[in-house]
């Protein structure tokens, strides 16, 4: 029996549009702006022991739980120490062992985890990380840690003067810890019913994903329940399952266009924009103050005979000046090109920007979020 020309027609339409969707602008996979719901992964923490410090680890008197959670560990191997015995704590540190268990992941295979110091433990450097039991929010141990660690600062001390890079009280592991046992995979419904969760919600963008699946499988299977869920009707079989979300994964969807961001870093002073934030026409102003303090220590030296005493004095000169600058007009930035040549026109700092950029927000003319981190 011959196809209907109508629907002849709209299968090549709708064909034809999701090609369009495909080609045209910047196209990404499904698998990159969406998950499945119940693949996920999970958090899991431990309390360990670091050991093989090079006298840099935990005081006793103000570590109490490092000497603790040794003398627990030497228990379970067998070894009792006396009620009185002085246990030096200097090449011990205790620890927090953190990790991520990504979705999927099967017993024996093998994970990063993340050490971190609790106590007051000078450096971890050259440490080993003993044992430590992984336990997830249910409280079951989901993982085993073990390993030597991979600390990426560095420091030096001598005479009472120190110099120290980077951060020495953390390091890693890489694959330090091995997986026990799984986490349960609940992928919808025993009706074969899938849930498809956008990593950033947008109804434009669910709409786009909706269309391209029901596109590709030449029917109405997907459907959207808002603008960052997605339902879609899948085969009962598992074998089934598991080829139907991989077709839906390697899926084009073109996506809308990201929101214009500003992010500003106030402890580093760091300023990231995003493709999408645009300029108004402003003027702006941006001057320096500076404060200079000089001390000038005198001497006052009394006569031969006069019984006075020598005294020191000291006198201070405070002076204030403070550098004006013209107004800098920005112009209609569409580009982040232009935005930033127009920033750096001002020649301000880091720190200096952050201010420039929340002045420019609250008068409308920074078209973007501002998030401070």
């Known amino acids: 029996m011959a196809e209907p020309l109508s629907r002849r027609l709209r299968r090549l339409l709708l064909g034809g549009c999701a090609l369009l969707l495909a080609t045209s602008g910047q196209a990404e996979q499904i698998r990159d702006i969406a998950d499945f719901a119940g ?8 309390y360990g022991l670091v050991v093989g410090l090079d006298g840099s680890g935990d005081q006793t ?7 603790q959670g040794l003398t627990n560990m030497l228990s379970q191997l067998g070894l009792t120490l006396p009620a009185n015995a002085n246990m030096q704590m200097r090449n011990i540190a205790a620890v927090i062992v953190t990790a991520d268990l990504p979705p999927l992941t099967r017993p024996g295979q093998q994970i990063d985890v993340v050490v971190s110091s609790i106590g007051n ?10 044992m430590t039991p992984l336990k997830g929010a249910d409280g079951d141990v989901y993982a085993v840690a073990q390993g030597n660690l991979l600390v990426g600062g560095a420091g030096a001390s001598a005479n009472g003067s120190s110099v120290q890079i980077n951060q020495l009280a953390g390091g890693r592991i ?43 499988m030449r029917g109405t ?57 645009k300029l108004r026409r402003a003027a702006v102003t941006h001057g320096d103050l500076s404060v200079t303090i000089d001390t000038t220590n005198s ?25 004006s600058r013209a107004l800098h007009v920005l112009e209609d930035s569409a580009e ?12 301000a700092t880091p720190q200096d920007l952050m201010v420039i950029l929340q002045a420019l927000k609250a008068a409308g003319s920074l078209r973007a979020e501002l998030e401070i981190i």
């Open 299 to 323: 001497v006052s030296q009394p006569g031969a005979l006069s019984g006075g005493q020598t005294a020191a004095s000291a006198n201070s000169n405070i002076s204030i000046e403070t550098q």
């Open 174 to 216: 890489s694959r330090g810890a091995v997986v026990e046992q799984t986490v349960p995979l609940n992928l919808g419904s025993q009706h074969g019913l899938l849930e498809l969760q956008l990593r950033e919600p947008d109804p434009a963008t669910a709409q786009r994903v909706v269309f391209a699946i029901n596109s590709a």
């Open 61 to 67: 008197t103000q570590s109490p739980f490092t000497e």
């Open 121 to 130: 433990a000078r450096s971890l450097r050259g440490g080993t990380l003993l």
């Open 221 to 277: 299977v997907a459907s959207a329940v808002d603008g960052g869920l997605v339902q879609i009707q899948g085969p009962l079989s598992a074998n089934e399952r598991v080829n139907f979300m991989a077709r839906i994964d390697s899926l084009d969807v073109l996506p809308i266009e990201a929101r214009p961001k500003v992010i500003l870093d106030s402890r580093t002073g760091s300023v990231v924009l995003n493709g999408s934030v």
């Open 336 to 347: 982040l090109m232009d935005v930033v040549k127009g920033l750096n026109a001002l020649g």
């Open 39 to 46: 693949i996920r992964s999970n958090n899991l923490v431990g």
